[in-house]
């Protein structure tokens, strides 16, 4: 495989021509050219590189694709990895900061720069290193795969200082402020919610998507199997993470208040009859239907 050096005779500078063997599609021989070199060196210095990546079969080539384009691929491939929470998350970052920034640049041509301005602006913009952190870990993600399919040589993201998550400081309840908040809270709709939330440790989603089916009176305990959507309109099978697939035991007084929120429960089946939506729920509203999270938290 060979390559040569050549002047420029219009600019005065110097290029390389080199035959980098066969397109795959067409079988004809492909030519790649760089101009530009001040000096004769630095081209036959370039050269030698390309070359040295040629034989040693580690040379890419160079992808014109807009990262906008790639980044919507990338994320096709990833749908049935991840929860349809989190992909409705991602578009947002693509349509909200990712795509107005990065977005007309073509992939190869993305550096650490454009990355570390990327992230800078996000800053610029308010947002919480919690959530400029998040958004930075999906640009690089997407870029990994883009260096594991060939299709850059190097993540440009991987060389610059990552955001971190926000340190914030957590206010835990005595016991007087527990107590005193379950007791403003009794006559409230959602007292069960915030009476597992206090007593267990579950979270949001996993009080709003737990069964009665879950629920083990006999053993006094409840099994963490199905959590609801952020946004309220869908369960995931599971727990948020492996680790969250777990039992929890129970107190004698939350299964007194899960007794007495089961005969609420029943109480409206038959009042309701047929208009009473049966998704086995033990947080839900009067009718049997999924609690929007957001009502919930207004309710704090």
């Given at each position: 495989?060979?390559?040569?050096?050549?002047?420029?005779?219009k600019t005065g500078k110097y290029y390389f021509v080199i035959d980098i063997g066969k397109?795959?599609?067409?079988?004809?021989?492909?030519?790649?050219?760089?101009?530009?070199f001040k000096t004769k060196k630095e081209a036959e210095k370039a050269l030698a590189t390309l070359l040295n990546e040629?034989?040693?079969?580690?040379?890419?080539?160079?992808?014109?694709?807009?990262y906008i384009d790639y980044f919507n691929e990338w994320l096709i491939s990833r749908e049935h990895q991840l929860s349809i929470q989190t992909i409705k998350a991602y578009k947002s970052y693509l349509k909200t900061h990712?795509?107005?920034?990065?977005?007309?640049?073509?992939?190869?041509?993305?550096?650490?720069?454009?990355?570390?301005?990327?992230?800078?602006?996000?800053?610029?913009?308010?947002?919480?290193?919690?959530?400029?952190?998040?958004?930075?870990?999906?640009?690089?993600?997407?870029?990994?795969?883009?260096v594991k399919m060939e299709l850059l040589k190097k993540n440009p993201a991987s060389s610059i200082e990552k955001p971190k998550w926000d340190s914030k400081e957590i206010t835990i309840w005595n016991l007087q402020q527990v107590t005193a908040f379950l007791k403003i809270a009794k006559s409230s709709h959602y007292y069960t919610a915030f009476l597992l939330a206090i007593m267990?440790?579950?979270?949001?989603?996993?009080?709003?998507?737990?069964?009665?089916?879950?629920?083990?009176?006999?053993?006094e305990c409840l099994y963490i199997r199905q959590t609801l959507t952020h946004d309220g309109k869908g369960f995931k099978e599971g727990a948020k993470s492996k680790a969250g697939n777990r039992s929890i035991g129970l107190d004698a007084n939350t299964l007194s208040a899960l007794k007495q929120q089961r005969k609420i429960v029943i109480a409206n089946k038959l009042k309701y009859g047929?208009?009473?939506?049966?998704f086995d729920l033990v947080v839900c509203t009067s009718k049997g239907k999924p609690i929007n999270p957001r009502n919930l938290l207004k309710n704090i």
């Open positions: 495989m060979r390559g040569s050096v050549k002047k420029d005779k397109d795959p599609l067409t079988g004809k021989r492909k030519q790649k050219k760089k101009r530009g040629l034989n040693e079969g580690t040379y890419i080539e160079p992808s014109k694709q807009l990712i795509s107005p920034a990065l977005g007309h640049l073509q992939l190869n041509s993305l550096t650490s720069l454009h990355i570390q301005k990327f992230v800078a602006g996000l800053r610029d913009k308010g947002l919480s290193e919690t959530t400029v952190k998040r958004i930075f870990n999906v640009v690089n993600a997407s870029l990994n795969s883009a267990t440790g579950m979270r949001q989603g996993e009080i709003l998507g737990l069964r009665w089916r879950d629920v083990d009176f006999k053993n047929s208009a009473y939506n049966d």
